[in-house]
């Protein structure tokens, strides 16, 4: 495995596709390991009679709800790349004025069949629609449940911190609020939660060859920031010290435990080890407890690995439960080619089932 540039392989892909198909979210025409991500929202328990003989939703129990979702896991298990994983948008439903608690018997299955369960998402949503029901609060949540068929999975949180924030540990709060055109018929989701989705889970290239995903390569640099006293005055240390990239890298390189014993401990893992540990160690003595601060320095991408094949094709997402095509536009948007499957794709028609 080698580095290079993203771009470099831009000009080797065609544009990104959208691909539309009529079926059923439980059998799908696609081969095996073509898919990256599966992003989608289907019908919650109990909610809405989209009019299909088909449709999934209108389960008599609870229990042949979850047995339904469960196909269609094994279902995106098969079409899902060693790399791929699943985010799956599903709220809870009132029966019998109680909380029935669809999320977490979805997860009890899932992790049952052999899935990794690796977040339980809360989409948090300040407004919504007004709810009849006095004796409770509104509901003004669901989950964004994200599941990998294995423990390795294809992950960036690098990039996705750079584009949303919240620093280097995102939590798993997401404050998403409906967009005007999701009306109450159609259920579309956010675009928003989408691209969250994707930028977390869906490489923009995958080798063709190999199934590679492209992953991002990150290294700290030396750029502290300039608005915190202790970083300028680290900055000032080292640069009157004349510390070299070298220096600076060895602080890193060791950490914060290590670098203060390079001096005493003379045995090494290797000449490489010891040297980083004595850089290390020179250049705490000229900063001092300031040190510290260039292990927080600034990390930028520095390039993508490259399985070497030179086959790429760019990440592919799929939303089994289409509907309005939401997931397949910003897909598209992002540069991956998207995949909708749904019984009656972009018009169902729909009828409201009450709920309180
Ligand atoms: C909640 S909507 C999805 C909305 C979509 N996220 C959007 O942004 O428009 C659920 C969709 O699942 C479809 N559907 C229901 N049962 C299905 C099944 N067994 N297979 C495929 N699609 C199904 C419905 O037709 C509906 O379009």
Known sequence: MTVSDLA????????????????????????????DLVVTSPPYWQKRDYGHEDQIGLEPTPAAYVSAIMDCLTEWRRLLRPTGSV????????????????????EAAAVDAGWV??????WAKDGG???????????????????????SYYYDLFGYSEEIGN?????????????????????????????RAILLACPPQICLTCNTP???????????????????????LAEAAELTDAHIAAIQATGVSD???????????????????????????????YFR???????VTTGWTDCGHHTPGRGVVLDPFAGTGTSLRVANDMGRDAIGVDLTPLMPAVNSVAGS
Do not use: C
């Open 293 to 299: 601060e260039f292990t927080f320095a600034r990390r």
């Open 117 to 122: 369960v690796r977040n339980r998402i809360i």
């Open 214 to 236: 492209r992953r991002r390569i990150v290294a700290r640099t030396r750029q502290l920031d300039p608005s915190r006293p202790q970083a300028r005055r680290a900055m000032e």
């Open 129 to 151: 629609m007004p709810e009849p029901a006095q004796n409770r609060l509104a509901n003004r949540h669901e989950y964004v449940i994200h599941l990998a068929p294995r423990q």
């Open 87 to 106: 985010f799956l948008n599903v709220g809870d439903t009132y029966y019998k004025k109680s909380l029935i608690g669809i999320p977490g018997r979805i």
């Open 8 to 35: 470099s392989w831009e000009p080797e892909l065609p544009p990104a596709v959208t691909q539309l198909m009529p079926g059923d979210a439980r059998s799908i025409d696609l081969p095996a390991s073509s898919v």
């Open 167 to 195: 620093g280097a540990n995102p939590g798993d709060v997401w404050h998403i609020n409906p967009e005007r055109n999701m009306g109450a018929h159609l259920a579309p989701y956010p675009r928003e939660l989408v691209r």
């Open 259 to 289: 670098a203060g014993k390079a001096l005493k401990v003379q045995t090494g893992t290797g000449r490489n080890s010891l040297s980083v540990q004595v850089l290390a160690a020179e250049a705490k003595a000229v900063l001092g407890g």
